[in-house]
């Protein structure tokens, strides 16, 4: 797959269309709420001049990710992940969150220097209707063992540091294919979920998606035991000097676009998982009412009911 054929063809899909909070104006506060609790509205994009060189690059792969969001109606989402490999760190991260935020910066950047007070929001034009952007990222420090994980909820982006666990594998006789490259079958148990993965030694570096690690050889498909959630590889190239960036600090780009991390710990942020999969619509505003703006620069404020629907199963 040509990664960066892909990236163009989504950046060209942003002006044909807007998200619908580009007309939000018009709508009311119920419609507004509808669309701000669906899953579907992405507050706030980074501004891509803000990010530092943290490594060069030496591979990439592309994962299709698949996860059920809902175990009564077995409904699912799709996202696209990336994954980089350094000589010193790997970034495991949202590709569609990478492509909005791309894209966006141009067009804010585009729209700031005609003097213009009002953003397009172009996420309804690059993600497609049955996918989602996610801001979760992990960067894996491979001289210390160590992963330093970013998270958002709304317009904050949570950061924390986590030692790597060391996942006890079990090797099969069974085999597999992905991409081509032939592939050894292994079972183990990471955080409270069995992990069935394909891994080709033709490829060798020990990591994979999420926290899958620890093997010999690259994994290009993932599964848990009660299939909710599944990685599997659709693209490989080389790095070609390339870097892996990452965002540092707290800073304000030239457009006006913030990036500020709240530093929490692992414990805080898994209670912010389990409501996230309790009620991941409507997370954003905790049930309190919450401030949108407007296209035309005007603020509004819409309240959001929290709700339960089915079961949302935690990656860990």
Same mark, same amino acid.
């Given at each position: 797959?040509?990664?960066?054929?892909?990236?163009?063809?989504? $950046?060209?899909?942003?002006?044909?269309?807007?998200?619908?909070? $580009?007309?939000?104006?018009?709508?009311?506060?119920?419609?507004?709420?509808?669309?701000?609790?669906? #899953?579907?509205?992405?507050?706030?994009?980074?501004?891509?001049?803000?990010?530092?060189?943290?490594?060069?690059?030496?591979?990439?792969?592309?994962? #299709?990710?698949?996860?059920?969001?809902?175990?009564?109606?077995? =409904?699912?989402?799709?996202?696209?992940?990336?994954?980089?490999?350094?000589?010193?760190?790997?970034?495991?991260?949202?590709?569609?969150?990478?492509?909005?935020?791309?894209?966006?910066?141009?067009?804010?950047?585009?729209?700031?220097? =005609?003097?213009?007070? $009002?953003?397009?929001?172009?996420?309804?034009?690059?993600?497609?209707?049955?996918?989602?952007?996610?801001?979760?990222?992990?960067?894996?420090?491979?001289?210390?063992?160590?992963?330093?994980?970013?998270?958002?909820?709304?317009?904050?982006?949570?950061?924390?540091?986590?030692?790597?666990?060391?996942?006890?594998?079990?090797?099969?006789? !069974?085999?597999?294919?992905?991409?081509? +490259? !032939?592939?050894?079958?292994?079972?183990?148990?990471?955080?409270?979920?069995?992990? !069935?993965?394909?891994?080709?030694?033709?490829?060798?570096?020990?990591? #994979?998606?999420? =926290?899958?690690?620890?093997?010999?050889?690259?994994?290009? =498909?993932?599964?848990?035991?009660?299939?909710?959630?599944?990685?599997?590889?659709? #693209?490989?190239?080389?790095?070609?000097?390339?870097?892996?960036?990452?965002?540092?600090?707290?800073?304000?780009?030239?457009?006006?676009? %913030?990036?500020?991390?709240?530093?929490?710990?692992?414990?805080?942020? $898994?209670?912010?998982?389990?409501?996230?999969?309790?009620?991941?619509?409507?997370?954003?505003?905790?049930?309190?009412?919450?401030?949108?703006?407007?296209?035309?620069?005007?603020?509004?404020?819409?309240?959001?009911?929290? %709700? %339960?629907?089915?079961? +949302?199963?935690?990656?860990?």
């Amino acid at each position: 797959m040509n990664l960066k054929s892909k990236r163009t063809a989504l $950046a060209l899909l942003a002006v044909m269309a807007v998200h619908p909070l $580009a007309n939000s104006q018009n709508l009311s506060d119920q419609e507004v709420a509808r669309i701000v609790s669906s #899953g579907r509205y992405f507050p706030a994009a980074r501004d891509f001049s803000l990010r530092e060189k943290a490594d060069t690059m030496e591979m990439r792969i592309l994962y #299709g990710f698949e996860y059920v969001i809902d175990t009564l109606s077995v =409904k699912c989402l799709h996202e696209p992940y990336m994954l980089e490999i350094g000589g010193k760190l790997t970034h495991y991260y949202s590709y569609n969150a990478y492509i909005r935020d791309s894209v966006q910066s141009e067009v804010y950047a585009s729209e700031r220097s =005609k003097g213009m007070n $009002a953003f397009t929001d172009i996420t309804s034009s690059v993600i497609p209707e049955d996918q989602t952007a996610t801001y979760y990222e992990i960067f894996r420090c491979i001289p210390t063992s160590s992963r330093y994980v970013l998270l958002r909820v709304q317009n904050t982006d949570y950061c924390y540091s986590e030692k790597a666990e060391q996942t006890e594998w079990r090797l099969s006789d !069974r085999t597999d294919t992905v991409c081509g +490259y !032939r592939c050894q079958v292994a079972e183990g148990q990471l955080n409270g979920r069995q992990w !069935r993965v394909s891994f080709s030694t033709d490829i060798p570096y020990p990591y #994979g998606p999420w =926290k899958l690690e620890g093997l010999p050889g690259l994994i290009l =498909k993932a599964e848990d035991s009660e299939g909710l959630l599944r990685w599997e590889a659709v #693209g490989l190239e080389k790095g070609r000097g390339r870097s892996i960036s990452r965002y540092t600090g707290n800073k304000t780009s030239a457009i006006g676009l %913030h990036y500020r991390c709240e530093k929490t710990n692992k414990k805080n942020i $898994a209670e912010l998982w389990r409501m996230i999969w309790r009620s991941p619509g409507f997370l954003r505003t905790s049930g309190k009412p919450m401030t949108v703006m407007l296209p035309d620069g005007s603020i509004k404020t819409v309240g959001v009911q929290n %709700h %339960h629907e089915g079961y +949302y199963p935690p990656l860990e």
